[in-house]
């Protein structure tokens, strides 16, 4: 602690008024084999009153045990150790990463982001947000859709893995020890952005958090675009912010940005305090490794763990779609019949066509077995049929 006893406040271990080094060495020469209990330390953000004491008292309590015989320039190092382990904020942290998408079973890039097989990715391309909305909905992720953007191409679908980053207004002594923390610890070149871009790989999407800042928000340019679009060969960005140099991304091929608006002045007076973290884009949220789904509706972001399932779903509903319009055309059907519960005959009937048109060849590696045996046993439960409308 600091102060005395009518005024005081508690510090860290060693920032106190007592020399721990040298009571600790005495309790060492002493032969004292006792419990030693560390206590009363400040809060970090990210604890409660649990998990403080262990994290800075074990890790005190092991420097102290371990450097009882060295040398005080030691002891220094180790105490300089020893505050980075607990308060460095790291950028891009697999551990960070990991903790937060753990329902991902499958191969992860080296900074721990899932990485959603190509083949997947490949198939998204060819479906509709709403396809890709409805799966996410029925599983209870209900804010993963953002539409109040602007977009640089008209005509480019985007689909890609998310890198995400958190943007704040600039406070000086945060922004500060940030960039410096990147820059002499991790190893940075830049400012926040170009940490961020210098990271991307083939198929990577940038997803940005800028508080819908636009004025020195434009979190991209001309150059910055052409970086994107060299190291992701079809990816992009989705900016809550501004961009600049619209003029000359709009002449960058295999490139989509997402943004909000438009300005001439460069990014300025914002500090990153997230990068691979949860993001928000409007009503929606983005976790690293998402699936990004772009098109003239809005942005989807899909994540990791059900990207297989939305993909399959989203195809069965596309290819159903398919058929219901053509027998719409041909007055076979009333749209009442396509949109409700189809009929057993109704079924038999898609299962043929998906054998003979040629616009099913695209979708014959799905499995309807399940759909089937679901829409028996409902027919099943309700002998006299329904008017149960599907999404």
């Known amino acids: 602690m600091c102060g005395d006893r009518n005024c005081f406040h508690e510090t860290f271990h060693d920032d106190g008024k007592t020399d721990m080094y040298e009571a600790m060495k005495a309790y060492y020469e002493i032969g004292f084999d006792r419990i030693v209990r560390p206590d009363h330390v400040p809060t970090l953000i990210g604890e409660d009153s649990k998990t403080k004491l262990w994290r800075s008292g074990q890790l005190f309590c092991s420097w102290l045990h371990q450097s009882t015989d060295g040398s005080r320039q030691k002891r220094n190092q180790q105490i300089l150790k020893m505050k980075k382990e607990i308060i460095a904020m790291k950028f891009d942290n697999r551990e960070d990463i990991l903790q937060i998408t753990p329902l991902w079973k499958g191969e992860r890039f080296e900074d721990g ?90 198929d990577d999407v940038v997803v940005v958090d800028l508080f819908d800042k636009v004025y020195e928000g434009t979190y991209v340019g001309g150059n910055l675009s052409t970086a994107i679009a060299a190291r992701t060969k079809r990816g992009g960005a989705i900016i809550w912010g501004g961009i600049r140099d619209n003029e000359q991304i709009v002449e960058i091929p295999n490139i989509q940005v997402y943004y909000r608006g438009v300005d001439p002045t460069a990014i300025a007076n914002v500090t990153m305090t997230g990068f691979n973290v949860p993001a928000r884009i409007g009503n929606a949220i983005c976790l690293p490794g998402d699936v990004v789904l772009g098109t003239i509706s809005g942005v989807i972001f899909i994540p990791a763990h059900l990207a297989e399932t939305v993909v399959v779903e989203a195809e069965k509903s596309h290819i159903k779609d398919v058929f219901g319009f053509q027998r719409l055309e041909e007055r076979i059907y009333t749209t009442a019949q396509i949109d409700s519960r189809w009929s057993i005959e109704m079924f038999e009937d898609f299962m043929q066509w998906l054998k003979t048109d040629e616009k099913a060849k695209e979708y014959t590696h799905l499995d309807w077995s399940p759909d089937r045996k679901e829409l028996e046993q409902w027919h099943a439960e309700h002998p006299d049929g329904g008017t149960e409308v599907t999404l």
Request: proline share 6%; net charge positive.
């Open 113 to 202: 982001r899932p990485k959603v097989p190509d083949d997947i990715l490949r198939r998204m391309r060819n479906i509709t947000l709403e396809e890709a909305w409805g799966p996410l909905w029925r599983e209870g992720y209900k804010f993963q859709f953002e539409g109040d953007l602007k977009r640089t191409h008209e005509k480019v679908k985007l689909v890609g893995r998310a890198v995400t980053s958190v943007m704040v207004p600039m406070r000086p002594d945060l922004h500060n020890a940030l960039l410096e923390y990147g820059q002499k610890e991790e190893g940075r070149n830049g400012f926040f952005n170009q940490w961020v871009v210098d990271s991307l790989t083939e």
